[in-house]
């Protein structure tokens, strides 16, 4: 074959990640055939380095080494140097990662591997400077042993890469060798994760942990907030509102233009790393519903506001989906350089020159703690640190005044804002992400009653369908950027984009919807469960074979593959001629133990524990349209697993449903249930137990809170 590694072949690739490295004296390759091939037919390692757009210091490695022609020679000549941008192969990432906390007890990006022609891993780090630093081995001494090794001790290089892959395997692929358990986990470990959240919680500055950096974790919030809800442990929801007040009060929270940054660096959410990921701006708002739903409080409906109007400025296509990350840099005006922050800080001289009025720059200056010192290299990431009464106390106004003050201040400050360079977005459409930010925007319909948000949701779902589903085979492809289509779907995209479906469905009434998801779900059942092994893995049986085939069972930046799946796979059970709940319980009863044991580093399928043993709250409603009244009356109330089943007022327009959905029964939630009395009729299961049909939604309610909650009475 012709040697592809001779040449740098990232120009041909769409991600914005690998396309900033496509001019860089370093011949990087595509993780594809060719270059593996390549590594096999010369002989040598693999260098890979993983990463993403919006990684500050990736692109630190990048400038030191990856840019640098005496490191590129010696990469060219003794390795095949291959690039993966992990948003687009998080399957890739996944093994290697998992290898590099193995072996060095940390993670992070950019990661940098070193693996043998067929990709068992015998080297891993992170980010490595061109030269040895502060303790650190520089980047070009560790190529130049690995060469030495590669050459005068290569069965020592092969036997650390055979117990490497193996360690992967047993941590990746591998489960019990018998089912763990005689029965699926009940609810109890849904509250077993709650007390290790609340034990793990930052009770002084909230969110988790004692020290910085802190992560929003929303998974854990939906774990507290179910929790609360099943036991009415005060606790519990104490903890949640302790921590989504940090968040919406800190710098994690971006108070000009809205939407939230990837994480903050210290313990009390002051300053954060800039970039804003789609799925932070997805999971983040799902928890603050949850939060608005259990306390009635305002603010949380205003951020979740906020962050919706900021999707649709800055993260959406023009023709509906959702992009997938800003960049942390962007250019200084007054340097020229690309800085972190650039675009969000302001000093007091900047506001009052945008403001004029002595009275609204002080006014902002002291709610949002922009001082001289600054809380950010000389500068200030806004932080809500002083209230609208202390506010109107200290100026002398009323506390409209002062309201109407700083909105008009933050108006003009984001209007001076947006004349700044702009930081870089990274423009591929991710299926899986867009599933997330689906569910929020179908959710935010449905719990603060706007359309327009529903609007939202299926345009960017129709987005995704025609340009990454394939009808004909019945197969989702995970990206799409500028007319190109690459990469199979993996369980998070179906599991993700299935439960998006479903809550356009939930939100519009449209069967369409419906049928995609149990399209995606059959899916799920055929390419990704293992009948013998009792799991879901992330990669498809189908798909391209690696080192090790993962499972995605614990929760981390975005939530468990196979705990959504869980989720979706219960909710839709009733829906479907498929027993999607066999599967279910199945996966749930194979990794019972890890649930017991861990239960929070698997919040996700700890909540599909619950759901499993709780059974949905199914609420049918036989009519044309939803009664406004309901969906205020059910969708602003917290209520764990709620599942408006939408369905037509009669029979007869229900068999064209059907037809849609390839069904030949009439499922048992829409068996019997036409609406009386040609009035719109609601009809209300919880625990596979129904209330009588009524048109009354108050007669529901009341019958739901005479009925008890399976799992309510867990021990705590």
């Not at 043998?116 to 130049?144: I, S």
């Not at 179910?226 to 929801?237: L, M, N, P, Q, V």
């Not at 506390?399 to 933050?410: G, I, Q, T």
Request: a negative charge; glycine letters at 6%.
């Amino acid at each position: 074959m012709t040697d592809p590694t001779r040449r740098n072949r990232l120009d041909e690739e769409e991600s914005p990640y690998l396309r900033q490295h496509a001019d860089n004296p370093v011949n990087w390759q595509p993780w594809d055939d060719d270059a593996l091939e390549a590594a096999r037919e010369r002989d040598v390692p693999i260098f890979l380095s993983i990463g993403y757009s919006a990684c500050h210091w990736c692109h630190v490695m990048e400038e030191e080494s990856f840019a640098d022609e005496e490191v590129a020679e010696l990469l060219n000549e003794e390795f095949v140097p291959i690039k993966v941008d992990r948003e687009e192969r998080p399957d890739v990432d996944s093994i290697y990662m998992t290898v590099c906390n193995l072996v060095t007890g940390r993670g992070g990006w950019p990661l940098s591997a070193w693996l043998t022609p067929d990709g068992r891993p015998f080297y891993v780090g992170t980010y490595f400077p061109k030269e040895e630093k502060r303790g650190q081995p520089g980047f070009l001494d560790v190529l130049e042993n690995l060469v030495d090794s590669w050459e005068t001790d290569r069965e020592e290089v092969e036997n650390r890469a055979d117990q490497w892959t193996e360690a992967a395997r047993d941590q990746l692929e591998e489960t019990p060798a018998s089912i763990g358990a005689d029965e699926p986990p009940t609810s109890d470990v849904l509250i077993r994760a709650a007390e290790a959240a609340v034990r793990s919680a930052d009770r002084k500055h909230g969110g988790f942990g004692d020290g910085g950096p802190k992560f929003p974790q929303p998974s854990r919030f939906r774990v507290l907030a179910r929790a609360s809800d099943r036991t009415g442990e005060e606790r519990y929801r104490d903890v949640l509102e302790e921590s989504l007040d940090a968040m919406i009060d800190g710098g994690l929270y971006d108070h000009v233009g809205g939407g939230f940054h990837r994480y903050c660096v210290d313990r009390d959410w002051t300053v954060p790393h800039f970039e804003k990921m789609l799925y932070d701006n997805a999971e983040i708002p799902r928890a603050l519903l949850a939060g608005y739903q259990l306390t009635g409080e305002d603010r949380y409906a205003d951020v979740v506001a906020e962050t919706m109007t900021f999707l649709e400025r800055e993260l959406t296509h023009e023709e509906g989906g959702f992009f997938s990350t800003l960049d942390a840099q962007s250019e200084d005006p007054e340097t020229g350089e690309r800085e972190e922050g650039a675009f969000y800080v302001w000093t007091p001289a900047e506001v009052r020159e945008v403001l004029e009025d002595e009275t609204d720059a002080d006014l902002f200056c002291d709610r949002y703690d922009i001082t001289e010192s600054g809380n950010f290299e000389g500068t200030n990431q806004p932080n809500r640190v002083t209230s609208v009464s202390e506010l109107a106390d200290r100026h002398d106004l009323a506390e409209d005044e002062v309201r109407d003050r700083l909105e008009s201040a933050r108006k003009r400050l984001f209007e001076a804002r947006e004349k700044r360079p702009r930081p870089r977005r990274d423009e591929k459409v991710l299926a899986g992400w867009n599933g997330m930010m689906i569910s929020t925007c179908a959710d935010a319909a449905l719990v603060l009653g706007e359309d327009d948000y529903a609007e939202i949701a299926v345009d960017a779902l129709e987005f995704v369908r025609d340009r990454l589903w394939d009808a004909d085979s019945g197969r989702l492809s995970r990206r799409y950027k500028d007319g190109d289509v690459k990469v199979e779907g993996y369980l998070e995209d179906y599991a993700f984009l299935a439960r998006g479906a479903l809550g356009c469905y939930e939100a519009t009434g449209n069967v369409s919807h419906l049928a995609f998801a149990l399209d995606l779900a059959r899916v799920i059942e055929e390419e990704f469960w293992d009948e013998t092994r009792g799991t879901l893995y992330f990669t498809p049986e189908s798909g391209q074979s690696l080192v090790t085939r993962p499972q995605e069972l614990g929760d981390q930046s975005t939530p468990s593959a196979a705990g959504v799946a869980v989720e979706t796979l219960l909710a839709l059970d009733g829906f479907a001629d498929e027993d999607f709940e066999r599967i279910a319980a199945e996966t749930l009863q194979t990794h019972a133990n890890r649930l017991e044991t861990n239960a929070l580093q698997h919040a996700t399928l700890c909540l599909a524990a619950d759901r499993l043993e709780s059974g949905a709250l199914e609420v049918t409603v036989a009519a044309d349209e939803l009664p406004a009244e309901w969906r205020d009356r059910f969708a602003s109330r917290h209520l764990p697993d709620r599942l408006f089943a939408r369905r037509p007022s009669t029979d007869d327009e229900l068999e064209a449903w059907l037809d849609e959905l390839g069904l030949e029964d009439v499922p048992p939630i829409w068996a019997g249930r036409e609406a009386r009395d040609g009035e719109p009729t609601l009809y209300v299961c919880r625990d596979r137990t129904c209330s009588p049909p009524t048109h009354d939604v108050e007669d529901a309610l009341e019958w739901l809170e005479s009925e008890p909650e399976s799992g309510s009475d867990a021990p705590i």
